[in-house]
């Protein structure tokens, strides 16, 4: 492809390095040509960082060609040799701001990579600006604010998307083919456990843990991995929600474990567990989801499977991928279980487990291409809506009804989540 996107890094803190990495493995498709950050210096040493970053992998790439078996292979990695080295020869412009970034005419669009609630706003300038947006996520702090980046990018008419990993698996076309063929019969139960861990030192010293500077914890800015795919899957939204949720044996502002009984659109109810606080055990899965029809059951397992192979910078990073595992079963209706698992035939075009790497250069090809991103970002904005309605839940102690109103605290970010007398804290010391 002879036309590269023209990227600008909004925010370029921790995050930025994973990107750095990624976009180094993307030369082909986009030029990072800009960054911008409230403190210069971290602008200046992402260029630095990000123009080291394409002259590394254009030296791995002239050594992959003189190592290569072949000749495809060989050509294969002289031509991202010098699409990379092309990258490195290019200035990398540096801002204090993403407002100045957003004024630079070579600029097609941005990575917003900030922390999850100062994102909105650059997110919703940089649409007006016309700019594409890819960003981090979760998406939004609030509803609010999740609907005023729609708004922006439907009336801009530009490319956007929230970066959630999973969300490009062969195994959840599989799943949403699987309840939206009827085959399972009506839905009863629809259900989600994230049962992960992260101890008290995890969010000392840094944004983490605290309200205005993460937007929250277990079902939200860790949650989304896998509550957003499983909202995809089933297609029916949430209509009511009754949680309880906080920092259990944690001292933070957010919650390490919520635990909701939902109720969604088509009838069927369930439990939205998001726990910080499971231990590593043999019986435990980390993520499942569960949905009981008349017919049949489906289980999946959403597994984030490491950080794959070596690369330049990280060691980690742009190679690391989300699977999805399906499974079913039925006591009363005999073949529907061949049936259902014959669903997932014809998806060999997707991949079984996409990477890092993967959703940002299938975020470049729709913005090349004038395609739209295969994944609808009102789904990510459920995940904002339905994290706001267990805070409020959890806070209020009553039921609460989906939609929020627009002049309901948690519509916005004004409503949060106290800390109850009754729940468990961490042990003094």
């Given at each position: 492809?002879?036309?590269?996107?023209?990227?600008?890094?909004?925010?370029?803190?921790?995050?930025?390095?994973?990107?750095?990495?990624?976009?180094?493995?993307?030369?082909?498709?986009?030029?990072?040509?800009?960054?911008?950050?409230?403190?210069?210096?971290?602008?200046?040493?992402?260029?630095?960082?990000?123009?080291?970053?394409?002259?590394?992998?254009?030296?791995?790439?002239?050594?992959?060609?003189?190592?290569?078996?072949?000749?495809?292979?060989?050509?294969?990695?002289?031509?991202?040799?010098?699409?990379?080295?092309?990258?490195?020869?290019?200035?990398?412009?540096?801002?204090?701001?993403?407002?100045?970034?957003?004024?630079?005419?070579?600029?097609?669009?941005?990575?917003?990579?900030?922390?999850?609630?100062?994102?909105?706003?650059?997110?919703?300038?940089?649409?007006?600006?016309?700019?594409?947006?890819?960003?981090?996520?979760?998406?939004?702090?609030?509803?609010?604010?999740?609907?005023?980046?729609?708004?922006?990018?439907?009336?801009?008419?530009?490319?956007?998307?929230?970066?959630?990993?999973?969300?490009?698996?062969?195994?959840?076309?599989?799943?949403?083919?699987?309840?939206?063929?009827?085959?399972?019969?009506?839905?009863?139960?629809?259900?989600?456990?994230?049962?992960?861990?992260?101890?008290?030192?995890?969010?000392?010293?840094?944004?983490?843990?605290?309200?205005?500077?993460?937007?929250?914890?277990?079902?939200?800015?860790?949650?989304?991995?896998?509550?957003?795919?499983?909202?995809?899957?089933?297609?029916?939204?949430?209509?009511?929600?009754?949680?309880?949720?906080?920092?259990?044996?944690?001292?933070?502002?957010?919650?390490?474990?919520?635990?909701?009984?939902?109720?969604?659109?088509?009838?069927?109810?369930?439990?939205?567990?998001?726990?910080?606080?499971?231990?590593?055990?043999?019986?435990?899965?980390?993520?499942?989801?569960?949905?009981?029809?008349?017919?049949?059951?489906?289980?999946?397992?959403?597994?984030?499977?490491?950080?794959?192979?070596?690369?330049?910078?990280?060691?980690?990073?742009?190679?690391?991928?989300?699977?999805?595992?399906?499974?079913?079963?039925?006591?009363?209706?005999?073949?529907?279980?061949?049936?259902?698992?014959?669903?997932?035939?014809?998806?060999?075009?997707?991949?079984?487990?996409?990477?890092?790497?993967?959703?940002?250069?299938?975020?470049?090809?729709?913005?090349?291409?004038?395609?739209?991103?295969?994944?609808?970002?009102?789904i990510a904005r459920q995940h904002v809506e339905l994290t706001r309605a267990i805070y409020k839940s959890a806070a209020t102690g009553a039921t609460v009804q989906l939609p929020l109103d627009r002049d309901d605290p948690?519509?916005?970010?004004?409503?949060?989540?106290?800390?109850?007398?009754?729940?468990?804290?961490?042990?003094?010391?």
């Amino acid at each position: 492809m002879d036309r590269k996107l023209k990227v600008g890094f909004i925010g370029c803190g921790g995050i930025s390095r994973l990107y750095t990495d990624i976009y180094a493995g993307m030369t082909d498709l986009a030029q990072v040509v800009a960054t911008a950050d409230l403190y210069p210096n971290l602008a200046e040493d992402r260029a630095a960082a990000i123009h080291e970053a394409y002259t590394a992998e254009a030296a791995r790439q002239r050594a992959l060609a003189l190592n290569a078996r072949d000749e495809d292979s060989r050509e294969a990695a002289r031509q991202m040799a010098g699409h990379a080295q092309a990258a490195a020869d290019n200035d990398i412009r540096t801002y204090d701001g993403h407002e100045a970034l957003l004024e630079d005419p070579e600029v097609d669009a941005v990575a917003v990579l900030t922390t999850p609630p100062i994102r909105g706003v650059p997110v919703v300038a940089a649409a007006r600006a016309g700019k594409h947006v890819f960003t981090e996520g979760p998406m939004a702090k609030s509803v609010q604010e999740a609907d005023e980046i729609l708004a922006a990018v439907e009336e801009a008419g530009v490319t956007y998307v929230s970066q959630c990993g999973g969300r490009y698996t062969r195994g959840l076309q599989h799943a949403r083919r699987a309840i939206g063929s009827g085959l399972m019969g009506p839905l009863a139960v629809a259900k989600i456990e994230i049962n992960w861990y992260h101890q008290q030192s995890y969010y000392m010293g840094g944004w983490h843990g605290k309200f205005d500077t993460e937007g929250g914890g277990a079902v939200f800015h860790h949650g989304r991995y896998v509550i957003e795919p499983f909202l995809y899957a089933l297609g029916s939204p949430i209509v009511e929600v009754t949680a309880y949720s906080g920092g259990f044996l944690r001292e933070i502002e957010h919650d390490s474990y919520s635990l909701a009984l939902v109720r969604y659109a088509n009838g069927a109810v369930g439990i939205v567990q998001g726990s910080l606080l499971h231990h590593a055990h043999p019986r435990t899965e980390q993520t499942r989801w569960e949905f009981v029809g008349q017919n049949a059951s489906m289980v999946v397992t959403h597994e984030h499977l490491g950080w794959g192979q070596p690369t330049i910078l990280l060691n980690t990073g742009r190679e690391s991928v989300f699977k999805h595992t399906l499974s079913f079963g039925s006591t009363n209706t005999p073949g529907v279980v061949a049936e259902l698992e014959a669903l997932g035939e014809g998806l060999d075009d997707l991949p079984e487990a996409p990477s890092q790497l993967h959703q940002s250069r299938l975020w470049a090809r729709c913005v090349l291409e004038d395609r739209p991103i295969p994944f609808p970002q009102t789904i990510a904005r459920q995940h904002v809506e339905l994290t706001r309605a267990i805070y409020k839940s959890a806070a209020t102690g009553a039921t609460v009804q989906l939609p929020l109103d627009r002049d309901d605290p948690y519509y916005s970010f004004e409503g949060r989540l106290p800390r109850p007398d009754w729940m468990p804290r961490l042990p003094a010391d």
